[in-house]
Structure formats: C-alpha cells, structure tokens
C-alpha cells in the first residue's frame, strides 16, 4: 500500500493577510470524479479533480464559508457558512436557491436516498427537499457541530459541543435517540458506514477527549474506545465501507479499519487536517487544512499474498489474513488486528508480518484438507524487507541484494550477499531446515541456494533482469521471464534453451506433470506442452499456480481457481500417436468427449491398454466388453483373429459401416459385411456381398428386409416380402396385427391343408376380427369339424351348428349344451331347458335355475327369487313326469295333497338347498323325491313372493299395497313360518308390518301378539324406539279382535280367529284357504274332487257342458187386453231342486281327523255352471285341483301357467302395469276368466 500525490493547491488571498481567510474547512468530491469543491473564505471554490486546474470561484457569500457537501447524483452541490444561509448551486455552478437561519451554518449534509439536504446550526437544525416551499426547522438546545445521514437515509445523526448526539428521523425530526457520551467533549465527527452489505447501522463518532468510538442505530456503543492521540478535525468513510480516514490535530490523514485500528499515514497536511473526502469511484483522497493547502491523494494497495500449492493465503481489510483451499474452495480467517504487511505459507506453515513483528502460525494436523491454524512462534522484531519467504524452521528476508534467514526464536542463522538486487524468490522444497530456494537477481542471473548452505549455486545466466521463475515437477527445466516479458524455457543440466515463448507476464508449471506448463499475456492464457505449439484461451489476470486441470489466476485482487480442460495438449499428443502420454496428461482433467476421443484412437491403433482405460474413466460398458472380447480372442489365438478383422468389428462397432465393410472384405469375410448391412437393413449394400445364388441366402435375405419394414411401419411391404421369403407365419401375424382380413384371405387361400399351423393362424385372426365365414372356410380346408363346431357356438351360428349336427349327430351334445347356456344368459329359461333335453342333460337345466335362484336370495331381490324357485318347482314337476313315464309309479298320494308338509332343505343361516345332483335315482322314489321338490318349491316360491313386499314396505316409505293387503300378507307369512324361516327372510319385519296394521285396522289381540313376539327378538335400532312405544301403548286397548276381520271357512262356515295354531286352514273342518294372490284375502272356494272312476279331463268336460233342462212348454204367450206376457214354464222345477248337488253334499259334511275335499259325481259335475268352477290344471304326475265358488258374484281369474288365483280386477290391473303374471311373469295378450274348459 502506497500513496502517491495527484495534485496540491495552496490558496493564498493576496487582498487579506489574515491567515484566518486561508483556512480550507470543506472539501467535497463530485460522485462521478470529474470536480472538487472547497470551503475556503467566503468562496466557494471549483477545481478539476484530474488535474487540479482552478475552474471558478463561487461568490454568494458574504461571510467565511464553513461546510460543502454534493447530492446523491452529483446534480447539485450546497454551502453554508458564518453568514447564516445556505445556497444551492447547479452542476453548471448556478445559484439556485438561498435560504436562511439565524446563526451560523456549522454543517450542510445531503442525503444518500432522497433529495433532502439538513442544515445545522449552533439553535436549530433544518431539513429541506425540493418538493418542500419552506424549510422545517427544529430548535436544539446546543451548538451542532457536525451532521450525517444513515445509508438508507432514514435518520440523521447530529453531534453537539455538549458531547451528545441525537439521531433524528427523516419524517418530522424528532428525536428517536440520545447519546451522552462521557466526559462531555465536544463531539466534532460523525458519519455512518454507507457499506450496505452491513446488517447494521454502524456510527464512527470521534471527539476532542481524542477518542474515536461506534455505536448502532439504537445507540448501543460497538466494541471499546479507541484512543487517538490528537484532537481530531475530519472524518470520513470509504464507499465499501472497509477503511475510514481521519484527520486533525496530528496535522496528516491517516487510514484506520472500520474497527478503528490504525494502519498507516496517507497524507502529511502541513497542519490541522480540518476536512477530507474520498472520490467514490477511485482510490483519491481529497484532504484540506489550516493552512490553506488542498491536496489529492491516489491510495493504492498492493496484493498481499503468498502460494502454496493449492493453498492461498492473501490479506483482507488490512488487518485480516485469509487462508483459502483452492480447490475445496474452503475459507479461514485469521484476525491480527494490525497492518498485515507480508504474507508467506509454505506445507503447514503460515508467516504474516505486522509493523512491529513476524507471527508464525502452524496446522493444527498434518491432515492436508485441515484449515485450522494456530500460532506457533512470535518474532518481536520490526523488519524492513521487500520479499517474504517461510520454510519448516526459517522465516527468510529479501532486502534488496541480501538474504537473510532467522529462525523461528528470531535468531540470525544466517545471510547471503549477492551480486544484485533479488527480484523473485520462491521455495521449491526439500527435507525440514534444507529447503532449497529459487532465487532471480536483476542482473539475469538464477540461483539455487539451500537454507543450510552458505554458497549459492548458479543455474542459469541470463543478459536481461528476471522477472517470474519457477522449475518444472521434475527438476530438469527452469521458465524465466525476464523483463522484456519473453519466457525461456533451460535444460537445466545441459543449460541448452529450449523454447522461447513471447509476451509472457507469469507462468507456472504443472504440478502433476513435468512436460506442461502455463504463461499468461495480454489477455491470454497460454498452455504448452512439451515442444508442442501453444494452446491459447482468453482469460484475465496472472497465473500464479497450475495444478492438474485447475489454474490459479490473480484477477483484480482475486485469487480464483479456473478449470481449464487438457484437452489441447491431449490431442497434440494423440496426433504423434503417443497414447500412453496423452493418458497421462487426459488424468489431469479432460472432458468426457476428449477421454471418448481418446480411448477410439487407442483403439483404432490397437492399443488395447490405454483404450480400455480411457474407456474404464468414462463407463462405457459395451467398449469394455468389445476390448474383453477381442483380448480372449487374442488369448485363444483363433484363426480368424486378424488386426483387418479386429479393426473391421471395431468400424461396425463403432458405426462406420463402409469402413467396416471394406475390412471384411480385405480379411476375406465378405459374409460378415452382407450379415452387417442385413442387420443394419442396408439391403442394396447388402445384395453386393452376394458371394453366391444359393436361394436360402436369398430367401434370408429377402426375410431380413421384411423384418425391417415391420420394424419401419410399413406392415404393407413387410406382409408382401415375407410371403415372398415364404415365411408365412410371420405374414399371417402382421396382417392380424394390423387387422387387414382381405391380406389374410389372400395368405389363407395360397396354403394347402398341409400348413395346419398357418391356418389355424388364419382362423384364429379371423375369428378376431368377426370374419367367421373365412375362419369356417380355413377349418373347412382342414377338415377339422370339431373347430368348425367350436367356431359356429362361439360365434352364436346355431343354425349352421344345427346343420352340421343333422350330418354329424356324434356332435349333437356339444352344440346344444352351449345352446342351452347361451339362453340361460339370455334370460330365455324355458328354450334352454328344452335345449338341456335335446342334448340329453335334463339335470343341467335345473342347475341353473338353481345357481340363479341361490344368488336372488343371496342378493336379496326376493321377487326373482319367487320366480326362480317357481321354475324349479315346474322343472323338478317336469323331470317326476318323466321318471313316471320310464316305469309304473302310484301317484294317488298327490291327488288331493297340494301343499305337503315336508323337509325343507333351504335353512335359515346356511343358505343351502338340495340340489338336484342329491336326488336320488330309481322309480318310485325318484317320482316322490322329485314331488317333495316341486311342493318344497312352489312353498318358496309363494313365501318369497309375499315376503318381497312385506321387505319393501319395512325398508323404503311408500308403498303401493293397501293397508289391508299387508295384514293379510303379514298373516299368511306368518302362518307358513310354522316350519323353518327360508334364508333372508326377517321375522322381524314380518312381525313388524302385522303388528302395525294390527293396530291400524283394530285388531288388538294380534297387534298385542305381535308387539310380544317382537320384544323376544333382536330388533333393529330404527325400529326399536316405535316398538317399544307401541307395545306400551296397544295395552290401552282391548284385548280382542274386531269381528269383521276374523276370517270365515267357506266349507264350514266357521268363524276361525287371525291367531291361528293350525296354519293357514280352517280349525274346524281343516281346508286349507285359499288366497286371491295380490290381496290376499280369502277367496270363498271350497275344494272338491271327482268320485273314484273319473278322470280330470272328463271331469272338466263334464263341468263344461250346459246344464240339464226341464221337458215343460218352455217360453208360454199370452194376450190380455193391452198387456201381453211371457213366462218360462218348467214342471220339473221341484224335481231339480230336490236332487242331489254340491250344496246338499256340502251340508252332509262331517267331522273328521284330517281334511277331506268334498267328492261329488257326474251328476252333480253336469249340475255345476262353469262360471262357479276353478279348475286348477296341475302337469302329470298331478291331478287337477277343482274348487267350488260360492259367492258367484265375485269374479276371480287364474293364471293359466302358475295356476294361482287373483280377483278378476287385481290379475287385469297387473297385466296392464307389468304385462305379465305377478307370480311366474307369464306374458298374456289379454286375460281370460278361468272356467272349466
């Protein structure tokens, strides 16, 4: 660090010899560095900062002026003196504006951000601003000395002769803090650091009690008071923020940290330094006195540093020394709180030299990535020296011609007087305490001195003065550059030159490699090795170091590490075919294209190792594999094994095909390039290595190309060459694929039924595309009938399939059993078990209804359930009339039994039935196993019906049933649930719905059953609150039955109660009821069967013809007067009467333990009007069922299919809703009434 004076201005004012007029108190530069004002008299004084010509003096004033200060931008400028006004000048040096305070202006400051300007007296302080028309002043109660603004300009610190400081804010100025500073001296400095990397606000503020101290915007004080040893009159920082420069009674500028240690003298005045300022864009320090002298300083600082290996130590902020890992780019810092004056390091020792003494700090380890440095030894001694230099045990002094080493305890061990000035020295190491040293003279010369060696050894003599040396890795070549900037590179043992380089600044060898070495010039960084041209890169700065890839470059002050790559030096080496050296020097750092680069090269000269190692570098597996192939082909010593035919797998490995190809060719494997280009679908280039006409090369060749159309796309030409090459296969799969049936038609009807493969091929893709009819012309090609079949069932051709039946029965079974599913699907029930008949499997008709009606029942759609366990009970009534028909079976047991009390095999909990695969086989017992089903069934089947409504009447709000619908249908469950409950039906709701008409419709004693039964059962929370309620409050009724509710036998007449023990029959004479099947009310029929003798067809042809006459007049006329009559005489009325009919045998009824129809003749049968009979007609095994209606004015209808009885209205109604029966969905056209036919 070294001032150097710029320009000195002594203002003398001839008209006044008053030295008082002559006193410089202000000084301000320009922020862009152009102009400098002055304070001086009652002028304002302009000079050029360049060069210090006087440009004008301002006159405005009429009094001595004290301060100056430019804005932010350098536009205006502002004065204030003992005249008390303050003025406002231009950049064109124009007065402005003028305004006023009563006393004098001690301090004019304008501030960082805004436009604001404050003006300081010894009562008040204003704060004025462009946008303002009157200046806002604040009174003060002493004098103010000395202003400043924050960086981001929001307060103002003012300095008062009291010894306090006030920090004032922008808006409004009042006073955010007070600082009292001790001893109460008048405080004559203050300016806050405008560094804006600080977290803080930080305030220098020096006083007349000579101490210098910093405080924070808060005002809490930073760190201790710093004593100055004189009065100070001027203090200012510099723009970074880093130094601060101060002045006063010492009579020169001095520079100090921004913790306040001072550094070194910059300016000497002459006398009191009354005011500096600093040029914010240069090193210039503008300083003016007391005695009249101005004078302007350019600072500049030296680098500070020193280099080993990759480890750099450089001074910061003066006082700091900075160790920094190049290459880690780690960082530590060492604080000395002095002027760092030289820094040396070498291996794990530091030397930093201070004014007064050299520190030698140590590593803390001797790991070489440790950055923790701790002081060693302590040399108090004050040295003047040009170059610094550390070893393992001696610090070493350049002054001038002479070299000194000390020891660590400051001991002289110790000099060495040479010929000339020492201009560059530098540690090339050696064992502890026998260093060796490079060391360049101004003469030229170039010595070797060791540390424990008291005689210099000459290298080499040059004519001009050494400027930059330094010695290869391997200690055979020297590089000097001396001052005519020209590099020299010796052989150090033959002293021979081998090249020179020009216009060279610095250079560096590599560390890693003794043939490389790196120079910089104007802008350039050039890289050589060994006697190859020079490789050129731009790049600022000095080369300092060259490790590897990395170079350390110097650039403003800044060590910075640049990763240059080798690959320059890498290909010089590669074009003389020097592999195993152009490796070494790829290690120092390449890219991956130049390690690709290389390791091709190496192969391509076949030189495996370096290529294989190149190529290990950069991963790549399939080259390693190639380089392992060829050496165990090598190993082998096969025939084949040629360098043209290694190279040749080398160029098709690698891509270059012709290449390839004419290696093959030229070791005689032409085969191989056809093979290549083959497979590189480069058939044109392939058919001119057609050594031969042998036609499965050309067949293969022709299939290779298609392979590579299909490959391409072009499915097209890929079918046409394979067919071409024969390969049918491949075709058939493309034109599939792709689904093109006209391509496959074509294939298909070029092959004879010796391709089997092919044409199933084809069927199959036919099939897949919907072609069915070219997919039965394939199998019909191969005669194969049963895929014919297979065929015609899957795609639902069952007219075809029939067809072929009638010429091949042995086919029959397989048709129409997936006939017979494919109408199960279809919801067709009836057509599939006809179809399970004609193939001979009846008891697959029955499982399927089966397996439907498990998952109803499962899923809980009751309805489908009914009508599912309907059509089991007629399949299973089917299959006990082909039983009688195979053998003689007695059936008069289920003449008059309909509804049979037997076992049911669906279990509540188990969810199980019989199946029919559990019916036994045989005559009789078959017939009656077959029965019980039907009667098991037909019981379900009316059990889910009923409970289907009763499920939705409890689960969802609304229904479509009347209330005395639900009773009746709650009674009749209930009834039948005298044997065990079908799975999923819920007494609870059940007993629920019945409970709940019960009590609607008055019958009381069954509600009050009811509610009984249902508190012994696990009830649904929904329902249980309504329950309990309910069970309360049915005992406030009577506990009776309204009469009217109470059903009548319509055999007996007798009055049988809801609650009935027997069931759904009569208690007295034991007739089952029997119920309209939508109300469900009972129906006034009673049940009778023909005597013994006649069958049911002649009894229903008995009841069907009309009933006999009398042989009387018949219709008989007569005339009296005005009034004519007809009457229909019959004489043998009273005969007919008398007779015998179903009512007096009715009447004849007697008592008996079990039930019994009432039996009548034909007589009576002819008597009986067939609009009063319902026959039901039952399938053989059974006999019909004949029921007597009594109450004749009531219609009733049956469904002729279910043979279940309704009222004419209910069945009608249903068949306009739902177009079908209610019980076995049989769709009618239109209801007929149900008579005797």
Known sequence: MKPYPVWVEQIQDKDKADEQDCIVYGVAAKPDGTKVIAATSNFVRVYNAVNGEFIAPLKGHKDAVYCVCYNRDGSRFASGGADKTVIIWTDELVGILKYQHNEAIQSVCYNPVTSHLISCTSIDFGIWSPEQKSVIKHKVSNK???????????????????????????????????????????????????????????????????????????????????????????????????????????????????????????????????????????????????????????????????LYKDRYAFRENMTDVIIQNLLQDQKVKIKCRDWVKKVAIYKFRLAVQLPDKIIVYELYSDDVS???????????????????????????????????????????????????????????????????????????????????????????????????IDISMGRDKLAIIDETQTCSVYDIKTKKLLFQEPNATSLAWNTHNGDMMCFSSNGYLNIKASNFPVHQRKMQGYVVG???????????????????????????????????????????????????????????????????????????????????????????????????????????????????????????????????FSDLRQFENAKDFLTSSDPKNIKGLIKRQAEWCKSTNDPGSAIDLFMAASAFTEAIEIAGKQKWPDKLVEIMRQLDKSFVEELRGCALHFKELGKYEFAAESYQKLGELSSLVELYIESHQWQEAFTLCEDHPEFKESV??????????????????????????????????????HNAVAERRFDDASYYFWKLSMAYLKLANQAQTRGSVDVNKYLNVRWSK?????????????????????????????????????????????????????????????PEALFNMARFLLHNLSQEIPYGVSKVSILYALAKQSKNMGAYKMARHAFDKLQQLVIPRRFQQAIDLSSITIRSKPFQDKEELLPMCSKCSTTNPLLNQMGNQCINCQQPFVHSFYAFEVLPLVEFIPENGISDLEAVKLINQDPPTSGGKGWQESNQGDVQTMSFENPNASRYEEGDTFETRLQNWESMTSYQPVEVGPEILKKMPRSEVVVLKWGSPLRYQFYKNLMPDIILDTCDSCNRIFYADDLELQYLQKQACPFCRKSVAQPEAAVAE
């Open 144 to 306: 103010i000395t000395t202003s400043s603004w924050t960086k981001d300009g929001q307060y103002a610190a003012l300095g008062f002769y009291s010894g306090q400081i006030s920090i004032r804010a922008l808006k409004g100025g009042e006073e955010r803090v007070k600082i009292d500073r001790p001893g109460g001296a008048p405080i004559w400095c203050i300016a806050w650091n405008p560094a804006k990397t600080e977290a803080v606000d930080i305030m220098a503020v020096a006083d007349w009690n000579q101490k210098l101290s910093f405080y924070q915007l808060n005002g809490r004080q930073v760190g201790k008071d710093r004593h100055l040893g004189y009065d100070p009159g001027c203090l200012r920082w510099y723009p970074g923020g880093e130094y601060l420069l101060i002045g006063g009674s010492n009579k020169e500028v001095g520079l100090y940290t921004k913790e306040g240690i001072y550094l070194t003298k910059i300016v000497d005045m002459g006398s009191w330094a009354w005011c500096v300022d600093v040029f914010p864009s240069q090193n210039y320090i503008i300083a003016g006195s007391h005695d009249g002298s101005i004078k302007v300083t350019q600072l500049n600082f030296n680098t500070v540093h020193g």
């Open 370 to 468: 440790d950055m923790h440095y701790r002081v060693k030894d302590k040399i108090m001694q004050r040295f003047d020296c040009n170059l610094l230099v550390v070893t393992a045990h001696h610090i070493l002094l350049c002054k001038d011609h002479r070299l000194q080493a000390y020891a660590f305890s400051g001991a002289k061990e110790r000099e060495w007087v040479l010929e000339a000035n020492i201009r560059y020295i530098k540690v090339i190491g050696g064992p502890p305490g026998k260093e060796g040293l490079l060391v360049g003279l101004r003469s030229g010369q170039v010595l070797k001195i060791f540390v424990d060696n008291p005689f210099p050894m000459l290298i080499i003599k040059q004519p001009q003065c050494i400027r930059c």
């Open 546 to 676: 060259f490790s590897g890839s990395k170079i350390f470059c110097l650039q403003n002050l800044t060590m910075q590490a640049v990763d240059v790559p080798q690959s320059a030096p890498m290909n010089q080496y590669i074009e003389k075919k020097m592999f195993h050296t152009a490796y070494n020097v790829a290690c120092l750092g390449v890219t991956n294209n130049d390690w690709l680069n290389l390791a091709n090269e190496a192969l391509e000269n076949l030189n495996l190792e370096v290529a294989k190692n190149a190529f290990t570098r950069v991963r790549e597996l399939r080259y390693l594999e190639f380089i392992s192939n060829i050496e165990e082909r090598k190993q082998s010593k096969a025939a084949e094994t040629t360098n043209n035919l290694i190279l040749a797998d080398y160029y098709a490995f690698k891509g270059e095909f012709q290449e390839a190809a004419k290696m093959y060719k030229k070791s005689g494997n032409e085969d191989k390039a056809m093979a290549m």
């Open 816 to 853: 129409y059993i997936p006939y017979a599913n494919f109408l199960a699907e279809n919801d067709k029930f009836d057509e599939a078990q006809e179809a399970y008949y004609i193939a001979g499997k009846p008891t697959e008709a029955v499982k399927v209804l089966e397996k439907l009606t």
């Open 902 to 962: 037997c076992n049911m095999a669906w279990t509540k909990g188990k969810g199980t039935y019989t199946g029919i695969s559990d019916v036994l086989h045989g005559s009789e017992e078959e017939v009656n196993q077959y029965l019980d089903k039907f009667q098991d069934y037909q019981h379900r089947a009316e059990m889910y019906y009923v409970y289907q409504t009763l499920h939705r009447y409890t689960e969802e709000p609304f229904t479509s049933h009347l």
